[in-house]
């Protein structure tokens, strides 16, 4: 037997055993919560339980040994990289936010499934297996050196440095934002509080080990992540259906569901509602069409209101919530316009009856269904061209012992994410039918527990919103808003099943966002302090001070990021869709033509990249209404998360156009690729 497969042996026990001891842990909690042990402990004892497992993780793997602390010494398993890869993939927005996706937007949230799985498979056929042959230690390493010539070498590891950087910053603080609401869900503390608690677990196995700590502690990640997630929706199959296999069960939910929209749509009390819903739309846009005087009366009636509780002593309660209502006011007509134009469009949106969620593009007329498809289909290649081209998740194929191992780590990463991407949609659908038949239809004064709670977390911008439009003490479907974040984290609860589920689901979501968060900062940290302070500042430094350097911009990163997440921008899957598109514009193109087209040069690929880099994000800023874009700019219709099926074809077409308008890739950029693309 090889030491290598001693290695793996020797994994496999101990990953086997912690699973057990994880299954033990279960079981006592539950044993616990029956004896009646207060359900916050129970929430705290998986908290705590979970980050001193990683934590104990990140202590015992800590190591400053450059390729150990780089790609955790280029040895670990196929299948453990596999499931490391999974862990570090499946972040928060697939653990907490895909499945409140295809909650809110049916087959059309369909899109990110296909796209994120598809991304693997060209991962696997054109980029992993020859990153590994070259065999450094991040993505601007190969384009560094595959762009590199006589007349300069850095241009291009520059550009790509910034690349990972912007890419992975975006992608971290959806991470970190996760790790908030997670963190304050199950503690109590403030949102911005538990994003530091969470940072904190964070830093200790990044910071002492590098990737050799977060390899083995994303693998404990996943395990927990897999059991969380079907623990949950497997008991919501069995009580509604008698079937514990959700992802054979759940079909049969969608002939009732279509049933009940159909009944709601036609439902005298819900065209009540929409009627209010369009009477509210129209005083918005009444509003906006009256600016900037109808701002300035605004703001006026709100001074005049605060000071007369001032002056009449009015209760304490009141004049906060004057104040609050006065200093959360639009800024200018600008910003009120806006604003308005926003909530006006939002009131639109629920005044119009629901189209069946479950039929390919549903829309009231072809022009509308084709604008779906096109941004279905754009929003799939986004996402599978932004896979293929993430630093983050690449630099993990670093870490395999051979380049036939780096292949097979692909296809069991693949077979591991299939594991929660095949459940994901039994989860929105069985919630979807829990919520229709228990919620819709109950009477105001005996809303469930949870709703309360889960509008509470966030008082500004509540994560649950149900209001009594039509003042008729009923439920109806049209006065529920639910945010897609917390449809997981609060499926326990919706379902009513025992408190240790809830917290078991918690740990899972922690997990997630905790081994992606691991992974992004890391390869921030590596590419700064390898590409840029060690092949550029400081050829000659040592590896000692090379990993100190990489832990110095690891921490910086860390709480810059955290900090930005504290002001919780945009929702996680915008956040992430933005990384996506960026890196499908930016880095795809380099990569796969500095791979398969020796042609391409140094020139080329600084032209490829600011270009696709500069349309992406050009786009993104002119359409989306977050940057004070409009819808009304859009290019046939493609929403902004898709900018990179502009930005894609620019970078494809600014490296052939320059690269054969300059000189060729010297020779020995020609060795370098015949060697890496030699079997």
């Given at each position: 037997?090889?030491?290598?497969?001693?290695?793996?042996?020797?994994?496999?026990?101990?990953?086997?055993?912690?699973?057990?001891?994880?299954?033990?842990?279960?079981?006592?909690?539950?044993?616990?919560?029956?004896?009646?042990?207060?359900?916050?402990?129970?929430?705290?004892?998986?908290?705590?339980?979970?980050?001193?497992?990683?934590?104990?993780?990140?202590?015992?793997?800590?190591?400053?040994?450059?390729?150990?602390?780089?790609?955790?010494?280029?040895?670990?398993?196929?299948?453990?990289?596999?499931?490391?890869?999974?862990?570090?993939?499946?972040?928060?927005?697939?653990?907490?936010?895909?499945?409140?996706?295809?909650?809110l937007q049916g087959f059309d949230g369909l899109a990110?499934?296909?796209g994120w799985t598809g991304g693997f498979c060209l991962v696997a056929m054109l980029i992993a297996p020859y990153i590994r042959k070259f065999g450094q230690y991040t993505i601007a390493d190969f384009l560094g050196t595959r762009f590199s010539d006589a007349e300069d070498k850095n241009q291009v590891r520059i550009l790509a440095v910034l690349a990972t950087v912007f890419i992975s910053f975006i992608y971290v603080v959806a991470q970190i934002y996760g790790v908030g609401l997670i963190t304050s869900r199950f503690t109590g503390v403030d949102f911005s509080v538990g994003i530091f608690l969470g940072l904190a677990s964070i830093l200790v196995c990044s910071f002492l080990g590098g990737m050799r700590a977060v390899t083995w502690t994303q693998v404990s990640q996943y395990i927990i992540i897999i059991i969380a997630f079907m623990i949950p929706v497997a008991w919501l199959s069995a009580k509604h259906s008698d079937n514990p296999v959700p992802q054979i069960s759940y079909g049969a939910f969608l002939p009732e569901l279509v049933k009940k929209e159909k009944q709601f749509t036609n439902d005298p009390k819900e065209q009540q509602v929409r009627a209010i819903y369009q009477t509210r739309a129209g005083e918005f846009d009444k509003k906006i069409q009256q600016l900037p005087a109808s701002w300035e009366s605004g703001r006026n009636e709100l001074q005049k209101k605060l000071d007369e509780l001032k002056a009449g002593n009015g209760s304490l309660i009141d004049i906060k919530t004057a104040s609050r209502d006065l200093a959360n006011y639009p800024v200018s007509p600008e910003e009120a316009r806006l604003r308005w134009a926003e909530t006006r469009n939002m009131y639109l949106q629920k005044s119009q009856p629901n189209f069946a969620q479950y039929t390919p593009y549903a829309a009231k007329d072809k022009t509308e269904a084709d604008n779906k498809r096109n941004n279905f289909m754009a929003l799939v290649l986004c996402l599978m061209m932004g896979t293929a081209a993430l630093p983050h998740l690449l630099t993990r194929y670093y870490t395999t012992p051979s380049v036939t191992e780096s292949?097979?780590?692909?296809?069991?990463?693949?077979?591991?994410?299939?594991?929660?991407?095949?459940?994901?949609?039994?989860?929105?659908?069985?919630?979807?039918?829990?919520?229709?038949?228990?919620?819709?239809?109950?009477?105001?004064?005996?809303?469930?527990s949870w709703v309360t709670y889960w509008a509470n977390v966030d008082k500004i911008n509540p994560l649950v919103s149900i209001i009594d439009i039509n003042q008729d003490g009923i439920v109806q479907l049209s006065e529920i808003t639910i945010d897609g974040d917390i449809i997981v984290l609060a499926t326990p609860e919706i379902a009513g099943l025992p408190y240790v589920v809830a917290g078991l689901v918690a740990a899972g979501g922690l997990a997630a966002a905790l081994s992606t968060a691991d992974g992004l900062l890391l390869t921030i940290s590596n590419s700064l302090s390898h590409d840029i302070y060690y092949k550029i500042v400081d050829p000659t430094a040592s590896t000692q001070k090379r990993v100190t350097i990489s832990k110095l911009f690891l921490l910086v990163v860390a709480l810059i990021a955290a900090y930005v997440a504290s002001l919780k921008p945009a929702d996680i899957l915008s956040l992430v869709g933005a990384a996506f598109s960026v890196a499908a514009s930016t880095l795809f193109p380099a990569l796969v033509l500095g791979i398969f087209w020796k042609r391409a040069n140094r020139q080329g690929a600084i032209a490829g990249m600011i270009a696709g880099f500069v349309v992406c994000v050009f786009y993104m800023v002119h359409t989306h209404p977050l940057f004070g874009g409009s819808s009304l700019n859009q290019w046939w219709n493609i929403a902004p998360i898709s900018?990179?099926?502009?930005?894609?074809?620019?970078?494809?077409?600014?490296?052939?156009?320059?690269?054969?308008?300059?000189?060729?890739?010297?020779?020995q950029v020609q060795e370098l690729i015949d060697y890496i693309r030699a079997p």
């Amino acid at each position: 037997m090889t030491p290598q497969q001693r290695f793996t042996q020797r994994l496999t026990s101990y990953y086997l055993w912690y699973t057990l001891l994880f299954f033990i842990f279960l079981i006592v909690l539950t044993i616990l919560e029956k004896e009646g042990v207060p359900r916050a402990w129970i929430g705290y004892l998986f908290m705590f339980a979970t980050i001193v497992i990683y934590a104990g993780i990140g202590l015992v793997s800590r190591t400053s040994d450059i390729t150990e602390y780089y790609v955790a010494g280029r040895r670990v398993p196929a299948v453990f990289n596999g499931m490391a890869t999974a862990a570090d993939w499946m972040s928060a927005a697939s653990f907490l936010s895909l499945a409140g996706g295809l909650y809110l937007q049916g087959f059309d949230g369909l899109a990110y499934i296909i796209g994120w799985t598809g991304g693997f498979c060209l991962v696997a056929m054109l980029i992993a297996p020859y990153i590994r042959k070259f065999g450094q230690y991040t993505i601007a390493d190969f384009l560094g050196t595959r762009f590199s010539d006589a007349e300069d070498k850095n241009q291009v590891r520059i550009l790509a440095v910034l690349a990972t950087v912007f890419i992975s910053f975006i992608y971290v603080v959806a991470q970190i934002y996760g790790v908030g609401l997670i963190t304050s869900r199950f503690t109590g503390v403030d949102f911005s509080v538990g994003i530091f608690l969470g940072l904190a677990s964070i830093l200790v196995c990044s910071f002492l080990g590098g990737m050799r700590a977060v390899t083995w502690t994303q693998v404990s990640q996943y395990i927990i992540i897999i059991i969380a997630f079907m623990i949950p929706v497997a008991w919501l199959s069995a009580k509604h259906s008698d079937n514990p296999v959700p992802q054979i069960s759940y079909g049969a939910f969608l002939p009732e569901l279509v049933k009940k929209e159909k009944q709601f749509t036609n439902d005298p009390k819900e065209q009540q509602v929409r009627a209010i819903y369009q009477t509210r739309a129209g005083e918005f846009d009444k509003k906006i069409q009256q600016l900037p005087a109808s701002w300035e009366s605004g703001r006026n009636e709100l001074q005049k209101k605060l000071d007369e509780l001032k002056a009449g002593n009015g209760s304490l309660i009141d004049i906060k919530t004057a104040s609050r209502d006065l200093a959360n006011y639009p800024v200018s007509p600008e910003e009120a316009r806006l604003r308005w134009a926003e909530t006006r469009n939002m009131y639109l949106q629920k005044s119009q009856p629901n189209f069946a969620q479950y039929t390919p593009y549903a829309a009231k007329d072809k022009t509308e269904a084709d604008n779906k498809r096109n941004n279905f289909m754009a929003l799939v290649l986004c996402l599978m061209m932004g896979t293929a081209a993430l630093p983050h998740l690449l630099t993990r194929y670093y870490t395999t012992p051979s380049v036939t191992e780096s292949r097979d780590s692909v296809f069991w990463s693949l077979f591991f994410i299939m594991l929660l991407y095949i459940t994901i949609p039994a989860l929105a659908i069985i919630v979807k039918y829990d919520i229709y038949t228990s919620l819709v239809g109950s009477e105001f004064s005996k809303l469930p527990s949870w709703v309360t709670y889960w509008a509470n977390v966030d008082k500004i911008n509540p994560l649950v919103s149900i209001i009594d439009i039509n003042q008729d003490g009923i439920v109806q479907l049209s006065e529920i808003t639910i945010d897609g974040d917390i449809i997981v984290l609060a499926t326990p609860e919706i379902a009513g099943l025992p408190y240790v589920v809830a917290g078991l689901v918690a740990a899972g979501g922690l997990a997630a966002a905790l081994s992606t968060a691991d992974g992004l900062l890391l390869t921030i940290s590596n590419s700064l302090s390898h590409d840029i302070y060690y092949k550029i500042v400081d050829p000659t430094a040592s590896t000692q001070k090379r990993v100190t350097i990489s832990k110095l911009f690891l921490l910086v990163v860390a709480l810059i990021a955290a900090y930005v997440a504290s002001l919780k921008p945009a929702d996680i899957l915008s956040l992430v869709g933005a990384a996506f598109s960026v890196a499908a514009s930016t880095l795809f193109p380099a990569l796969v033509l500095g791979i398969f087209w020796k042609r391409a040069n140094r020139q080329g690929a600084i032209a490829g990249m600011i270009a696709g880099f500069v349309v992406c994000v050009f786009y993104m800023v002119h359409t989306h209404p977050l940057f004070g874009g409009s819808s009304l700019n859009q290019w046939w219709n493609i929403a902004p998360i898709s900018a990179g099926v502009f930005g894609v074809p620019a970078g494809f077409l600014s490296i052939c156009i320059v690269s054969l308008l300059t000189p060729r890739p010297d020779q020995q950029v020609q060795e370098l690729i015949d060697y890496i693309r030699a079997p």
